[in-house]
């Protein structure tokens, strides 16, 4: 069952490369753009017997590893 | 005293710190490989800077679910002494042996240059060769320094005597919104943080590369020193 786990950093935290690319598609003459943030989004393939237990295994190795709780907050989100 | 230095791949300042430990103790420090399961019979474990599994996923996330964590936190936990610098001090924040953790540095740029530190810390063995307020210089060489954590937990830092050394320019003047002095942005300047047992300590920059005149300065010496003073070497 393919699991995406999305990893963004927290609300407050600063995040300098999406101030670099904001500034950079001003520069391209996005004029509308205000905030940027870049989040990271894993792909993961797992063996699991129904969505519930996939969504488990996903919330499970995001706290464990794949994302860092202290600055990132995550969503997990099963594939059909 | 028998001190330790962890190597994981990606590590590439362990034979600075091997110096500078073998001139504050006249002891050659032992090598652990990062498969390692036991850190028995050490009393300092030192994890040095770095790029530990190429910095894949965060700095310092891979390795601090290397085999040999598990002993370095069961023997922080025991009251061993760790120093964390540069890529160690990201391991130890990923370790959740020291709180916060460090970004990307707010200019972008990876800062390869000295800068200079304040004394803060009290009543540890890793801030006991200078006096409070000293200043000293270290090189610094990171691209995410930029040290944060919850302002409640800042609060506590900073209450408990607990951030090590903050970021100054070389007259002692600390200015979190200048970065000239506060180079990658830190939280409060905050360059390096202590344990709740103090016996726990992670900064940025690398003393161990100030220590012998012929390199260039001991500036970083002091903290060895204290180190081993403490330890009654």
Redesign the interface.
Known sequence: MKVRVFVYLKEG??D??G??VGHALQTLGFKGVEDVRISRVVELDVDAVDKAAAQKQGEDMARA??A?E??EDFRVEVCA | MKTGIVVFPGTNRERDMVQALTLASGQAPQMLWHQQDSVDGLDLVVLPGGFSFGDYLRSGAMAAHSPIMNAVRAFAQKGGYVLGVCNGFQILTESQLLPGALLRNAGMRFLSQDCHLKVEGRDSAFTAGWQTGDVFRAPMAHGDGNYTAAPDVLDRLEGEGRVAFRYCNADGVVSDDDTRINMNGSARSIAGVLSENRRVCGLMPHPENLTDEAVGGTDGLPLFKGIMEAMGV
Do not use: E, H, R
Request: no cysteine; proline share 9%; aromatic share 0%.
């Open positions: 935290v600063l300098p490369q101030k670099a590893l794949l860092n202290v600055i």
